[in-house]
């Protein structure tokens, strides 16, 4: 089975994310409640920018297609490679 390139729009990631988590509207607090908001749009932003530009490095390594021809202590290098987002 080949690989197939993952990306994700880091922007509709965002979005989706922000959508999902619940913000209690207070109108004293909203000053601090937009930051907090923003915040969490940049960390979901930033996140998926990161994930794809890993993504993208492993995309174009020549990595063996049979990982059970690696001996045990390639194959947790590979998988601590890949899981650095």
């Known amino acids: 089975m080949e690989k197939e390139k993952i ?3 880091p922007e ?4 989706q994310f922000i959508a999902s988590v619940k913000f209690d509207f207070n109108e004293k607090e909203l000053e601090s409640m937009a930051k907090k908001e923003l ?3 940049l960390s979901a ?5 990161k994930f794809n530009k890993i993504e993208s490095e492993n995309f ?10 690696l001996g045990f ?3 947790l290098k590979h998988v ?3 899981n650095k987002y």
């Open 80 to 82: 601590a490679d890949l």
């Open 7 to 9: 990306s994700i729009d």
């Open 12 to 15: 509709k990631f965002a979005q």
């Open 45 to 49: 932003y930033f996140l998926v920018e």
């Open 60 to 69: 174009v390594k020549s990595q063996p297609h049979d990982l059970s021809e």
């Open 73 to 75: 202590d390639a194959l």
């Open 39 to 41: 915040a969490a749009y």
